[in-house]
């Protein structure tokens, strides 16, 4: 897969339409997944501005410090003229001169540092500022064969790590000791950040954002594990097992794991073009109600994923868009009972144009260790 593939110029034209029938005269973005989506740059985030502005109509302009300037130059479609400032000198002038002309609204990135929309609004008091997501959510939300191939990569990547998890999880150790040993095999299995690791063991796996503790690991404990990372693509791993840490289960979790197993299945075969997010979301939670877990299954079906871990499209009751062919995204009911034990199991699929694709091939059995 060419860089050229994953990147392709032509996304800077499709970006200046889409902001042009979004009634806007630019966008203005700063480092992140968008900035990123455009031009192939991985900016650095810091107090010193980069931003590109990308107007309507006209020549993009990338605004960087001239400290970093080489690594703009060096990304893979930053084919747009680059501006570059020293420091001590007012950036946002830059900003409003690469506008070439008054403007009435601009689309910021969604997740720019407060500082700097400030600092915006101050250099263009005369513009509305809305927000960019408005326009790119619509170009990122269904991804390109490239970028399926990046995700699959992503995910094969982190199935290797679940499949070693013997090598580490074992009854007497600490979910810290764990998931040190898991982090680096993240890194190791392809991965260039790690962007999470939870180890969550008996009672703490019934918090599903539950992190690590310095807690021992019991003998016969479920423990949830899920992990993931970014690939030198700038595209993401999400993939949660439950595994059981030697002796035997107890035996109200087996039940409920049997549940939760024929649950994330229904969900995932459910998945094709027209069935909205919130009937995805049904297709898991309603299984697991009729057992009578329902009040068990504390957060949403599941959530897009690309260059964010958290994008377009959200499997959630009230989202009654339907999935398209091409859209990303995770399948991760769980039960979590609090005080004892929980449960989750994940994987993310490619919506096709006539069904799925499972990115995380791992069986979803429980695994007992």
Request: with cysteine; glycine share 10%; hydrophobic share 45%.
């Amino acid at each position: 897969m060419g860089i050229d593939e994953l990147y392709p110029p032509d996304r800077l034209v499709a970006a200046q339409r889409a902001t042009a029938a979004a009634g806007l005269d630019a966008l203005l973005l700063t480092p992140g997944s968008d900035l990123r989506y455009l031009t192939g740059y991985d900016a650095h985030a810091g107090e010193r501005l980069t931003c590109l502005v990308l107007p309507a109509e006209g020549e993009p302009t990338l605004i960087v410090p001239r400290l970093e300037r080489p690594a703009a130059e060096a990304a893979p479609n930053t084919g747009v003229r680059i501006v570059d400032h020293v420091d001590g000198t007012d950036p946002y002038p830059l900003v409003v001169a690469a506008l070439d002309g008054p403007v009435a609204a601009v689309g910021l990135a969604d997740r720019m540092w407060a500082e700097q929309v400030l600092g915006l609004r101050a250099a263009l008091p005369d513009a509305t500022q809305r927000l960019a997501g408005e326009v790119l959510r619509e170009l990122r939300i269904r991804k390109s064969p490239a970028e399926v191939t990046a995700l699959a990569e992503a995910g094969a990547a982190i199935d290797e790590v679940h499949l070693r998890m013997g090598e580490w999880l074992r009854p007497g150790r600490t979910e810290a000791e764990v998931a040190t040993d898991i982090a680096a095999a993240i890194r190791a299995a392809g991965h260039v950040t790690v962007d999470f690791v939870i180890v969550a063991a008996g009672p703490n796996g019934a918090s599903p954002h539950h992190g690590t503790s310095d807690r021992p690991i019991g003998v016969g404990e479920p423990v949830v594990v899920d992990i993931g990372g970014t690939m030198a693509s700038g595209y993401r791993s999400d993939c949660t097992r439950t595994y059981l840490a030697g002796g035997s289960a107890p035996a109200d979790f087996l039940d409920y794991y049997a549940v939760l197993r024929d649950a994330q299945r229904a969900a995932v075969e459910a998945v094709r073009p027209g069935i909205t997010g919130a009937a995805a979301d049904t297709a898991a939670r309603a299984p697991i109600a009729a057992a009578g877990y329902g009040a068990a299954f504390l957060h949403r079906t599941g959530h897009g994923i690309g260059l964010d871990g958290h994008e377009e499209p959200y499997l959630v009751a009230g989202n009654d868009r339907p999935l398209e062919a091409g859209m990303a995204f995770s399948i991760e009911p769980g039960i979590y009972l609090a005080g004892r034990h929980g449960a989750r199991i994940e994987d993310i699929v490619v919506c096709t144009t006539d069904g799925v694709q499972r990115l995380n091939t791992t069986p979803t059995e429980l695994i007992a260790l």
